[in-house]
């Protein structure tokens, strides 16, 4: 390697430490922690491909779908909506006060995505075949060929979105102005595919009204998914501003605590007015499905637990933040909407669904360390490229000028 | 967009020219979505044909003596035992469809003290299925002559089909890491022409499934509800989810035996055709919309920066 080289992996990938210096940083108390959930999903992941999917799971005839779709595919691209509700915001809306926020939201998004589709593969059955209902046998009357279609274009958008970044820190000069005039069509169009996957995520449950629980099954699946997902997206970045904010503090040089909270509040009542509707649709749900009866079951109180802690507390959470002008309320009310979140896709996509049906999935201990191990894979890139890119701050050569 | 945003002075002509720009944009995006797949606003229908083929199973009948069970391990080279199908013991629980047994006769007591009822499951090869309406790879087909089939080579492995099926009946090779397929009745499909009949309806000594065309056998079953006041006044499959191409009569309520009631009559995947197609219509008016939303931000943020400058 030339000097030239070794100077340039050293600045950019080495955050200007030797090779050793570097290796001994990563040493931390969280990521031996986070090493020790790999060091056990990664050789699960192995495992899944050479004995398939019954040696690993728990998954049955009955009980087809388990938490790598529940939790890595339904509530992963649910929570990586922040990153459309923030373009929009800023680039449509002209919310531009919120810009210093866009580059981690849409970081978090694609990786949100990429990562659900990561889970997804791990799943199908033949994953080497995913591009078959795109490109070889296409099944077009299908809500889930719809999902794969609206999902493969929004990837790309998401990555278009990102690249940015990435082209800055190579100083990728002519990438970055081409990538910059189609900036708006990319938005644009980006903001369709996410209005019709998320809702068509919902949609896809619209054929099962025998195997949903009627407190879950409703007509307005589609619009509940997608109400819920602006809420839970917008949420998730307020959490991610925070986590940010406490790890990567040094980087943000021009985001002092006070536009921080003003920014945070701002996402509050955005996400407070996503979940207002979001509650209102799900309680017209039930008095238009007429499952009032159902409320006083055992499934019903699981039901209020989802409903009660899911939604109205972090309404109530976000409405006295934003009256008293708390933004650690904001950041309850936050954390609380994307557990919620997390709640409502667990209950529609495994809990809920084949509840009257003899056997009950609950997922293996293989299950959960994988899921684990997808969550530590992003957290690493996350933090690697935030370290690196040009995310949280502007480098000097390219001011913000979107 | 435009690099200079904030230096207005020389952008005064600007707006309108991205405005077009924009409106472009909104236009080919909202010309070109249609033109994805899947927008299909017009699903298939499939109407019920008349030479549709099916099987009548008289509850009434069945002995339990599990020959069809046998019958269909055989024709379909499931690869289980024939030992198997001699034993009783299977009666002590309730089983379900997997991928090694397309059919199970389940025996139910429909109350205290009641003799017993044998119920014979299997696909039932619904009218308008909802697994060909899920799956997104065009894996499952329902044939003119009434089979529901299933085509591993496209099948991506998603279990869609298994989990919208409201039957429940489709079942998967967990156990295949490199193969793995949707195993579930086919009527069998693939040598009915050899055999003229389904296994499971050629060797029933109960005459208890006899196959045929569809609207024969409903005739058929009709004469005997009428016969004999005996019957449930009730051809289970006639019109539930749109007709089905698995027909059962019954001497007790069928709720009482394991069948899921207040079906409704409407073929299943009409429940996703309103949301399909809504489809072409967000492609078509939101990239509109949102350019419309962004021109008039942009002239906003414009005419600010202007004042600013000023
Ligand atoms: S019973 Fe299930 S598998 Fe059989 S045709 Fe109907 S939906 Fe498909
Ligand atoms: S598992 Fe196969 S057959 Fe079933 S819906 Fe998915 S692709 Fe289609």
Known sequence: ?????????????????????????????????????????????????????????????????????????????????GGFAMVVGVYILGRTEYKPMVRPAILTGFLGYALAVFGLAIDLGRPWRLPYPLFVSMGTASVMFLVAEHLFLYITIQFLEFLPAAVEWLRLRAV??????????????????????????????????????????????????FASCVAG???????????????FGHKLSHNDHETIDRLTLGLGKAAMF?????????????????????????????????IVAGIALPSVLFLLGIWR???TLVRWGSVVTVLGLLLNRMNVAVIALNWNLPDRYVPSWMEIAVSATLVVFGVWIFRWIVNRMPILNRLPEFPDHD | MTTNTTNTSCDKSVSRKDFLRLMFLGGAAAAATPLLPGTASAAPRIELHKDTLAVLIDLSRCIGCRSCEAACNEANHLGNHPAEYESDKVFDEIRRTDATHFTVVNKRIPAEGAAPVFVKNQCMHCSEPACVSACPARAFEKNIN???????????????????CTFAMPAYEYDSAFDPRVRKCEMCFHNIDKQGAPACASICPQDAIVFGRREVLIEEARKRLEKDAGYVKHIFGEKELGGTSVLYISRVPFDQIGFPTNLPLEPMPKATYGFLSTIPVLHITLPVLLAGIYSVTRRRDDARAEDDHE
């Open chain 1, 1 to 81: 390697m030339t000097p030239e080289g070794r100077a340039w992996v050293r600045e950019n990938i080495l955050l200007g430490q030797s090779v050793r210096d570097y290796l001994r940083s990563l040493v931390t108390p969280w990521n031996l922690v986070g090493a020790a959930i790999v060091a056990v999903g990664l050789p699960v992941i192995i495992a899944r491909f050479i004995w398939g999917l019954g040696a690993t799971t728990n998954l049955s005839n009955t009980n087809p779908w388990g938490i790598w779709l529940g939790f890595d595919m339904f509530f992963g691209v649910a929570i990586a909506t």
């Open chain 1, 176 to 225: 970055r102005a081409w990538l910059h005039r189609i900036h708006i069509g990319a938005v644009i169009l980006g903001s369709v595919l996410v209005m019709g996957h998320q809702s068509a995520l919902g949609a896809l449950f619209l054929l099962m009204p025998t195997r949903l629980h009627p407190l879950w099954y409703s007509p307005y699946l589609p619009y509940l998914f």
């Open chain 1, 233 to 247: 997206g917008i949420a998730m970045l307020v959490v991610e501003s925070l986590v940010s904010h406490k790890v």
């Open chain 1, 274 to 306: 996503a979940l207002f509707a979001y509650l209102g649709l799900k309680l017209l749900s039930i008095a238009h499905g007429m499952s009032w009866n159902h409320i006083f079951t055992g499934w019903g109180a699981w039901w209020a637990v989802e």
């Open chain 1, 325 to 327: 002008e708390s933004a």
């Open chain 2, 146 to 164: 009434g089979a529901v089939t299933y085509n591993p080579d496209v099948c991506i492995g998603c279990r869609y089909c298994m989990q919208a």
